[in-house]
């Protein structure tokens, strides 16, 4: 007679789970897809106490999920909490870079110091130096990214009003700090919703799953700071986009540089926007 397979191993079965579909039914869905929610009322419809409500109910949905899933939803929720306690703007004096940089820097060190030092868990890693080279397809990913800000970028913020939420940088202190902090905020967006959220969320659901509540965040802290109108619909897919490539390339180094490449030809567009006959090389 044959013997029945034996039953898997519940940690087995879990990450077979895991791997499923978008529609595999999963108890830490709905706690995670409040997290996204509660930035979404908060940094979007500005609703504080609603917003931080949600927040509570989904760590006491995943407190009784799961302890290790309530753990790495904790730390999600302390770097939210923590950006949606400053003032997320594109103010680049001195003062408010400092505020707003000092609360990225506690948004992304305090869960990565938390999940290496107290969980001993490394579920939050910065791969820069992966000792993999970039194949063919990812070199010339790059200038892509370059002719795809050129393209879209003059058009969106010149014809919609939008480079208004910017400030006019036309003195070279004002260049400066306005390049750094595009740059700054564009590597911080990896480290925290790509590094942090995304890999957090995709230890305990499936790759499509953890990436569509993470570009949620994504997008709805990049509103927040200024990219109204119709932004969504480019940010939410480079978003997703960002995440899908780093599950393939485990490199925090590229995807960053993906970032910075687009960043540039926003830098750029912002100064021609504010003083027109600067680099005046763009099409909108």
Not at 132 to 156: M, N, S
Not at 166 to 183: K, M, Q, Y
Not at 260 to 266: A, I, S, T, W
């Amino acid at each position: 007679m044959e013997q029945p397979a034996p039953a898997l191993p519940e940690a087995a079965r879990q990450q077979a789970w895991k791997q499923g579909p978008w529609t595999t039914p999963s108890p830490e869905l709905i706690p995670s897809a409040l997290v996204s929610l509660a930035g979404f009322l908060v940094l979007v419809l500005h609703q504080a106490l609603i917003g931080y409500a949600v927040l509570a109910v989904a760590l006491g949905t995943a407190a009784f999920v799961g302890r290790a899933f309530f753990r790495d939803l904790l730390l999600i929720a302390f770097g939210l909490s923590v950006m949606t306690l400053v003032p997320i703007t594109t103010d680049i004096s001195p003062e408010h870079m400092a505020v707003m940089g000092t609360a990225m820097i506690l948004a992304v060190g305090v869960p990565y110091a938390v999940s290496r030092f107290v969980y001993r868990d490394h579920a939050i890693t910065f791969p820069v130096r992966t000792g993999e080279r970039w194949t063919r397809t990812e070199k010339w990913y790059l200038p892509v990214v370059v002719v795809l800000g050129y393209a879209l970028l003059p058009v969106y913020m010149l014809r919609t009003g939008v480079y208004t939420n910017w400030p006019a940088a036309s003195e070279p202190a004002d260049i400066v700090r306005l390049f750094v902090g595009t740059n700054g905020l564009g590597i911080w967006d990896e480290l925290f919703f790509i590094c942090t959220v995304f890999a957090l969320l995709r230890r305990h659901l499936p790759m499509a799953q953890a990436n569509v509540l993470q570009a949620v965040l994504f997008t709805s802290f990049l509103w927040e700071l200024g990219f109204h109108a119709w932004a969504p619909l480019f940010i939410f897919p480079f978003a997703l986009l960002q995440a899908f490539i780093f599950t393939r390339t485990r490199s925090l180094s590229y995807i960053i540089c993906v970032h910075l490449l687009f960043d540039l030809v926003l830098f750029l567009v912002l100064i021609h926007a504010h003083n027109r006959a600067w680099i005046d090389i763009f099409l909108y």
